[in-house]
């Protein structure tokens, strides 16, 4: 059974760091994409980052850059999204999902349409 588990979500304030895991199983994780996206209230799910192991790429929406890391840990199936000087405009339900990697360019990530799995997500609230 294929599953992706977000956990690490919850309340912080401004200015504060969490860190987000995504605990993948039932697939061959080298084969995928990880992406983390996520969703606010009332406002269309987005891409936040996302990893390729096997092309040893990272990308980051431009609202995150500089702020949040992607890193993953291959032997473990998991990624992290390390995300530091968070802001309220933070605040959202976040998601894994894994895409399988047959061919790649860059901007596939962004593509909610092409990812194979889904997480349930985690919520992250960012107090001002």
């Known amino acids: 059974e294929v599953q992706l588990v977000e956990s690490g979500g919850g309340l912080v304030q401004a200015g504060g760091s969490l860190r987000l895991s995504c605990a993948a199983s039932g697939f061959t994780f080298d084969d995928y994409a990880i992406g983390w996206f996520r969703q606010a209230p009332g406002k269309e799910r987005e891409g936040v980052s996302c990893i390729v192991s096997s092309y040893g790429s990272t990308y980051y929406a431009d609202s995150v850059k500089g702020r949040f890391t992607i890193s993953s840990d291959n032997a473990k199936n998991t990624v992290y999204l390390q995300m530091n000087s968070l802001k309220p405009e933070d605040t959202a339900v976040y998601y894994c999902?894994?895409?399988?990697?047959?061919?790649?360019?860059?901007?596939?990530?962004?593509?909610?349409?092409?990812?194979?799995?889904w997480g349930q997500g985690t919520q992250v609230t960012v107090s001002s």
């Open positions: 999902a894994a895409l399988l990697v047959l061919e790649w360019y860059g901007s596939l990530w962004l593509d909610q349409s092409e990812y194979d799995h």
